[in-house]
């Protein structure tokens, strides 16, 4: 499976595409941060952002697309523009069709470190070393982007195997009710 991460953000959009499987070695694909300037007009930045995720589909072809789920801060103008570049990002994705995971920092966190508390040197220290790299990538954005991809892999995938198992189990149901004659 191939997903690429996104950490959103207005001035820098870490973006990080890992592949690989649950029980198997993952490997980066690549990693970086799409950059808009904090001078420029908000329609343009979110622009930028927009033709800079697409290219990253384009060119990496993921399987499936997780996006770190905006939350509160103190300054409400961070928390407002993480929100408009995480929205760009879930519709470029459902543009395409890609399955979309929102995992909390917290989350992914976890999922890397086994702390859902972990610093951005943690994650990042983690995020080489479960990927074999000399170390982590940069800017920060791009590894948090990264560990996002590492998370929905590791998560993600026991999690569609979950709502694929109470889907088959619902569809047994309805089909031993109909073979009863019973009535909703």
Known sequence: M??????????????????????R?????????????????????LL???????????????????????????NLSTVMGTAQASGIALVCAARRGLPVALHTPSEAKAAITGSG??????????????????????????????????CHIWRGGAQARVAQAQQDFARKVELARRARGARP
Request: glycine content about 12%; aromatic content about 2%.
């Open 2 to 23: 191939r997903v690429l991460g996104i950490d959103p953000g207005l001035t820098r959009c870490g973006v990080g595409a890992v592949e690989g499987a649950i029980g």
């Open 25 to 45: 070695p993952l490997s980066l694909i690549a990693a970086d941060a799409i950059r808009t300037g904090p001078d420029t007009a908000l329609p343009q930045r």
């Open 48 to 74: 930028g952002i927009e033709r800079g995720i697409e290219q990253w589909l384009d060119e990496i072809r993921p399987d499936a697309v997780a996006v770190e789920r905006v939350f509160a801060q103190h």
């Open 117 to 150: 508390r972990a610093d951005k040197a943690q994650v990042g220290t983690m995020v080489a070393r479960i990927l074999g790299l000399d170390g982590p990538p940069r800017p920060a954005d791009a590894a948090d982007a990264v560990a996002l991809a590492i």
